[in-house]
């Protein structure tokens, strides 16, 4: 390897500096702000949309207990709009109360927030009438 000797004061040769950015680089960083904007605002729409659709979630939970108890019941009978069920653990009714569908004795409470519900049954089948808002709901239960 060559030593450079040089005078005193004099510079030695320096390799020119690399300040700033390529093009090819501001191009890419440019791609990835990009690709990363239209993720962000795919996200707020999905977000937006989620928001603003109501969700049927405690209604299909709701009726789900209610077809998982009158499935392992021995009997479901109808009166009045109420459903009665037995079975080996007593007997059981599930009735609409000051806007919820419960379950009694005791009070457990299966649906909640509902303008209206009863029971019908209708050729063997066991059917759930539920209306909430504007709108209304026939469901089969057994």
Known sequence: MKRLIGRRGSKKAEAPSKNGFTLVEALISLLCAMVLSTLCVVLLQCCVMALSVQSDLPLALGTARIRQYSALASM???????????????????????????????????????????????????????????????????
């Open 76 to 142: 479901n009978t109808v009166e009045d709009g109420t459903l009665h069920i037995s079975d080996a653990r007593g007997d059981w009714t599930i009735e609409f109360d000051k806007n919820r569908l419960v379950r009694t004795p005791g009070y457990e409470i299966l649906l909640e927030g509902i303008e209206d519900a009863w029971f019908e049954k209708e050729e063997g089948k066991i059917w759930l009438e539920v209306k909430e808002e504007s709108r209304a709901y026939r469901i089969q239960i057994r």
